[in-house]
């Protein structure tokens, strides 16, 4: 295909031009029920933002196109998040202070500061930061932004107003809260849920969240339900968004920036797993630094549209895949719809009641719950339960944006638990001779007078003095006397440390004080040109280097075996042997 450089930054280009034709009855399925899923969804989060109903069509349609040529997910549709927009509106409506213009304009701005992170992670190859939030601390995450989304819209469906900010003190003022209950706004809120139940039990094929808010905004239109004070969208404004230059200091930009790339990371981490399992069920693969970049664009383009910050939408994707689309020409259908409903549409949005958009908000959240696996976690890992508990109850008492960032040290934390205090084991024999880990099962047994130790992580200067440590305790406990220490250099040395060299030149002065012979086995030449530029001294007296483990075995067999039986030319023969073969590059 033409213009390799254009296909490989832009991906969807690529599926688009090889487009095949029985696709496309699929695709336009697809993208109408696309389209019917995210329009009352994107005027819910707009809400839950804190602006106005066209923004979350205008955070829908530009995004949308823009991923459909830079991401490499065939199913993947983007577009608000319930999780992201509580983040935005927890960091943006303090600093805004009630004044709605600056809201917007601090939307936006934190919008593009997502963008820009994760463009700059993309640049970086940091794609790998999908892994870096563990599952259990994303349930946890998730968990605790879907019922502090949920408590917050209680206010919305019963009509009345939180005093509190923070979830704890909500849930607290709740019980007097109830007694000022708008029943009329109570009563849509009652309505709206009843036929989205009975929707889902009778009509499972139909958009019920489009269902509902039409129903309620045809029921505020025909009876004049405002007049008993039920609050409503409001105008929503029609045509192409106006652009809106931030009008605010530098000092408030900077309380954006490091929420915006907490926001990045959390957005990312979440649209991967949702692009990826997709991707599995469908048999391709995707890459994480591409869809980085695509992230980064797509919230780009986002604020330019006058839009908030988007992510990769589970619920919307799995509409996509459930109607079989089959390319990202989805997206563009759904985007063009939605830009439709936006430019030429929108006067009947203003009826729509906001206790309906309060029902769909929860439902929503509801579909991020999932206690009964962080508790099934409790059998299964234990630390894994205690991460995403801790998650969760960080969400819940102290806030989503630092509960995000206690999320992201905790990710930090695991990864550098696993680094500095991996798992190791002794090797042995089993009968058939083959090297394997000792352990209750007494498959591989001891080789007299050898110590084989393997490492299971990279070394460097933060764990050294820890495998220095453990490979010592381990040797210690050996009932019978060692003189050989064979070290499987394969998973540990895979990096130039001086601090790691240090620490192998005073084990080596330790261990030949001792009497016992330190061999290094896997990594040859590698290690071989680390150790001469540390200085450490390698062969007879020094460091043995063997290529593999089984050499290893079998060499410091053979110089036992011709020193047992006092076969002086022989064992010189094999130190002879052994230094040539430890300075070769074989």
Not at 18 to 36: F, H, I, K, T
Not at 326 to 338: G, H, R, Y
Not at 457 to 476: D, G, I, Q
Request: charge should be positive; glycine fraction near 8%; include cysteine.
């Amino acid at each position: 295909m033409p213009f390799p450089r254009l296909i490989a930054f832009m991906p969807g280009l690529e599926q688009l031009a090889n487009y095949q034709s029985q696709w496309w009855q699929d695709d336009v399925r697809a993208g109408l029920s696309v389209a019917a899923v995210a329009l009352p969804v994107a005027i819910a989060y707009a809400q839950l933002t804190g602006v106005n109903a066209a923004v979350g069509l205008y955070s829908c349609v530009l995004p949308m196109l823009v991923y459909a040529l830079f991401g490499t997910s065939r199913q993947l549709i983007v577009g608000p998040d319930a999780a992201t927009c509580a983040v935005i509106a927890a960091v943006v409506t303090p600093l805004a202070g009630g004044d709605s213009l600056k809201h917007w304009q601090l939307v936006m701005t934190m919008t593009v500061m997502t963008g820009f992170w994760c463009l700059v992670a993309s640049r970086f190859r940091l794609g790998v930061m999908a892994d870096f939030l563990s599952k259990p601390i994303l349930m946890g995450l998730l968990n605790g932004v879907a019922i502090t989304i949920i408590v917050g819209q209680l206010s919305k469906i019963f009509g009345f107003s939180f005093e509190k900010g923070y979830l704890i003190e909500r849930l607290l003022n709740v019980p007097g809260a109830l007694t000022r209950t708008h029943w009329p706004t109570l009563m849509i809120s009652a309505v709206t849920v009843l036929v989205f139940v009975l929707l889902k039990r009778f009509r499972p094929g139909w958009p019920a969240s489009m269902c509902v808010l039409a129903l309620a905004g045809l029921l505020v239109w025909l009876f004049n339900l405002q007049q008993l004070g039920i609050v409503t969208v409001g105008e929503v404004r029609s045509g192409l968004p106006s652009f809106q230059a931030p009008a605010f200091d530098l000092g408030i930009a900077r309380e954006l920036v490091m929420p915006a790339l907490n926001l990045a990371m959390v957005s990312f981490v979440s649209m991967m797993l949702t692009a990826r399992s997709f991707a599995a069920k469908n048999g391709y693969d995707i890459d994480a630094d591409k869809e980085f970049r695509a992230l980064g664009f797509a919230n780009i383009a986002s604020a330019l549209s006058q839009g908030f910050a988007i992510s990769g939408a589970d619920s919307r994707t799995a509409v996509n895949d459930a109607n079989g689309g089959k390319s990202q020409l989805v997206s563009v259908l759904a985007a063009l719809l939605i830009a439709l409903v936006a430019l030429f549409f929108t006067a009947p949005l203003a009826f729509i009641p906001s206790a309906a958009l309060g029902v769909v908000l929860v439902v929503a959240s509801l579909s991020l719950i999932d206690i009964k696996a962080v508790w099934h976690l409790r059998s299964r890992d234990r630390s894994a339960f205690l991460l995403a508990l801790t998650t969760l109850f960080a969400v819940l008492f102290i806030g989503v944006i630092p509960g995000i960032t206690l999320a992201v040290l905790l990710g930090l934390f695991q990864f550098l638990l696993t680094v500095t205090r991996p798992t190791d084991q002794v090797l042995g024999l089993d009968a058939k001779g083959v090297i394997r880990s000792m352990d209750d099962t007494d498959k591989a047994k001891s080789i007299p007078g050898v110590f084989i130790y393997r490492f299971n992580s990279p070394l460097t200067y933060f764990n050294a003095t820890y495998f220095k440590r453990r490979l010592l305790e381990r040797f210690v406990r050996e009932s019978e006397p060692v003189d050989c220490i064979i070290i499987d250099a394969v998973p540990s040395f895979t990096h130039l440390d001086l601090s790691v060299m240090a620490m192998l030149g005073d084990l080596q002065q330790l261990l030949k004080k001792r009497g016992v012979r330190l061999v290094m086995a896997g990594r040859k030449r590698q290690l071989l040109s680390w150790f001469e530029q540390a200085g450490l001294p390698t062969g007879e007296g020094g460091i043995l280097v063997r290529p593999d483990l089984y050499l290893a075995l079998k060499m410091n067999q053979a110089y036992k075996q011709a020193l047992a039986e006092g076969q002086a030319p022989l064992v010189q023969k094999i130190k002879e042997d052994e230094l040539a073969l430890t300075h070769s590059h074989l």
